[in-house]
């Protein structure tokens, strides 16, 4: 039995998880509203990591707000500049990265998340994700006359590749604390060299 059998976390599972990881970045994927920035801010101080959001980087480096990127370039331009980003991001330090719900998608972001890094998929379910994103405007692919079947869409679209990712967590209606002390727990679990051999 591994060490952690007990499926708690502190701060012995937190030093066993960075030792484990090898210096690979986490990169946490998922569909909008899942949870990717807030968890992976805690998980970052959880385990003494920086935090990037792939988004904000993005904007960071186009000059202009996501919803902005997409009116004046569109999709494919934002998604080749997205790729760029995360690329660049996986070379530089070990951290924790939170990537926008569509950067998976792309054949070549997923190539390098999957060759860089430890990719963690924040899994939630249809209604959890609309309540959230319907809090906060401003989401360009969610701009149609019916978000709800649209979001459908892109979960019937998306979740086949996001199970492709290292590992899946549950998001749900919990303290993203919770979420945070899973992610850990199935990251020891996934890590572990007792059951990893």
Not at 132 to 151: A, E, F, I, N, W
Not at 178 to 195: C, N, W
């Amino acid at each position: 039995m591994g060490p952690n059998a007990t499926g708690t976390t502190g701060p012995k599972v937190e030093s066993e998880v960075l030792a484990r990881l090898g210096g690979r970045s986490i990169v946490l994927i998922g569909m909008m509203g899942a949870g990717k920035t807030t968890v992976g801010r805690r998980l970052a101080t959880r385990l003494g990591l920086p935090f990037t959001d792939s988004d904000a980087e993005i904007e960071t480096a186009a000059g202009m707000s996501i919803p902005d990127i997409f009116a004046a370039h569109g999709e494919a331009e934002f998604r080749a500049g997205e790729a760029r980003v995360i690329a660049r991001l996986l070379q530089g330090r070990q951290g924790i990265l939170a990537t926008g719900g569509g950067a998976f998608v792309n054949p070549e972001t997923r190539r390098s998340i999957l060759d860089g890094a430890l990719s963690i998929w924040i899994k939630a379910d249809f209604e959890l994700l609309f309540a959230r994103v319907s809090k906060r405007p401003g989401r360009p692919l969610l701009q149609t006359h019916d978000p709800r079947g649209t979001l459908r869409d892109l979960i019937d679209k998306r979740y086949p590749i996001y199970a492709l990712a290292d590992l899946t967590v549950e998001s749900r209606d919990v303290p993203h604390e919770t979420v945070v002390s899973d992610i850990l727990a199935a990251l020891s679990d996934h890590l572990d060299p007792v059951t990893k051999s």
